[in-house]
């Protein structure tokens, strides 16, 4: 029996907040519309995930009021974070400085995120996502990313990955910005 989506014994606002974001591959779905990803074909090439898993994720998302789902093309949507969106970008990030910690080794992690519009010159974000040049704790409009290195699988390899996402990905670039 698969398991419910729902928390409906729990009175508690994790709880509520595991219903829109606590599903496998939404968080991903999420990092990658932080990172400009928008449109379905290229978060389904970057993710690898099943074209129904994403339509059901995007579908909860939007319903939720996380995304807004906007025509680009007829017959054409692409996904944008709304303001209840950008509010999980805390969130999204201090969960990937967790795995960069824990996760990922002792080198860190993969990527960085650099305060760009800081009237103190800017720097890489601290833990919690604040920089230490200013204080502040930034907007995603307001951060640049850059990739350190590719990333290595289970068995120590250099895996380059090479759909459109991936390749965008390697070069700096302001999140929420298109990507693509």
């Not at 910690?101 to 960085?112: F, K, L």
Request: charged share 30%; hydrophobic share 40%.
């Amino acid at each position: 029996m698969p398991l419910g989506r729902d928390y409906d014994r729990q009175d508690c606002a994790l709880a509520r907040a595991l219903e829109v974001v606590g599903e496998r591959w939404t968080l991903l779905v999420l990092r990658d519309c932080f990172f400009g990803v928008r449109r379905f074909a290229d978060l389904r090439a970057h993710l690898d995930i099943p074209r129904a898993v994403l339509s059901e994720r995007l579908g909860t998302l939007v319903d939720a009021g996380v995304l807004e789902r906007r025509p680009y093309a007829p017959g054409r949507d692409e996904y944008v974070l709304t303001d209840t969106g950008l509010d999980l970008w805390p969130v999204v990030f201090s969960l990937a400085r967790w795995g960069d910690r824990h996760r990922v080794g002792p080198d860190g992690g993969r990527r960085r995120f650099r305060h760009a519009d800081c009237p103190a010159g800017g720097a890489d974000l601290a833990d919690g996502g604040v920089c230490p040049a200013c204080g502040m704790l930034p907007a995603p409009a307001s951060l640049e990313t850059r990739p350190l290195e590719p990333d290595a699988g289970a068995d120590g390899e250099r895996h380059v990955r090479d759909d459109a996402v991936s390749l965008a990905l390697r070069r700096p670039h302001r999140l929420l910005a298109p990507l693509l």
